[in-house]
């Protein structure tokens, strides 16, 4: 499912690349970088009995082409990844990983555009493919729904360049395993370049 996911993820991609060469001015590409804190999960298992996962700092990264508008407003398609080990064992000793892969559509608004020091704020909703490798049991994913949340500030560094630090919070509707239940929710701090072309 997950090759299937990825597939279609890289297409649309594609596409919406290939579209831009029409576009006028305001397209841009933006890639970030930076960490992710997974919040402690409630686990149910597949004979009900309840746990909680913790999980160690990760690492989460994003790729997106854009639209600016002109008008403090930018619209663009990401997709991201995420990924983290488990900190605190699953009962038995079980240790895991979990990561996921996102497609989003995203609505930013820059408050002070093209300025020495632009604060944003942002959301965008899409869906996630959420996989948990749990020793013992092996990979299990699900495809959900998820939505984000995002502020921080963008430094320009050329003419058609910005340095943008931010900070998300990222969650999607609880994954539904063959073995158990989760939820995903993150927290990220991120770092990243904006090039408009």
């Given at each position: 499912m997950k090759r299937t996911f990825l597939i279609l993820s890289a297409t649309a991609l594609v596409l919406v690349?290939?579209?831009?060469?029409?576009?006028?001015?305001?397209?841009y590409f933006s890639g970030n970088l930076g960490a992710v804190w997974v919040e402690d999960s409630d686990i149910t298992w597949f004979d009900g009995i309840r746990d909680e996962a913790e999980f160690d700092t990760g690492v989460a990264a994003t790729g997106a082409i854009g639209?600016?508008?002109g008008t403090g407003l930018r619209t663009e398609f990401e997709?991201?990844?995420?990924?983290?080990?488990?900190?605190?064992?699953?009962?038995g000793g079980i240790g895991g990983d979990v990561d996921s892969f996102s497609v989003m559509g995203n609505a930013f608004f820059d408050f002070l555009p093209g300025r020495q020091f632009s604060p944003f704020i942002g959301a965008g909703i899409g869906v996630a493919n959420v996989e948990?490798?749990?020793?013992?049991?092996?990979?299990?994913?699900?495809?959900?729904?998820?939505?984000?949340?995002?502020?921080?500030?963008?430094?320009?560094?050329?003419?058609?360049?910005?340095?943008?630090?931010?900070?998300?919070y990222f969650a999607t509707e609880d994954p539904d395993f063959?073995?158990?239940?989760?939820?995903?929710?993150?927290?990220?701090?991120?770092g990243g370049l904006r090039i408009n072309f």
């Open positions: 690349m290939g579209n831009s060469l029409t576009w006028a001015q305001g397209m639209y600016d508008l997709i991201g990844y995420r990924f983290n080990d488990v900190d605190r064992k699953f009962p948990f490798d749990v020793d013992y049991w092996g990979e299990d994913d699900d495809t959900v729904f998820a939505y984000q949340i995002m502020t921080g500030v963008s430094l320009p560094v050329g003419y058609n360049m910005n340095l943008d630090f931010q900070y998300r063959d073995y158990f239940e989760a939820e995903y929710s993150t927290h990220s701090v991120m």
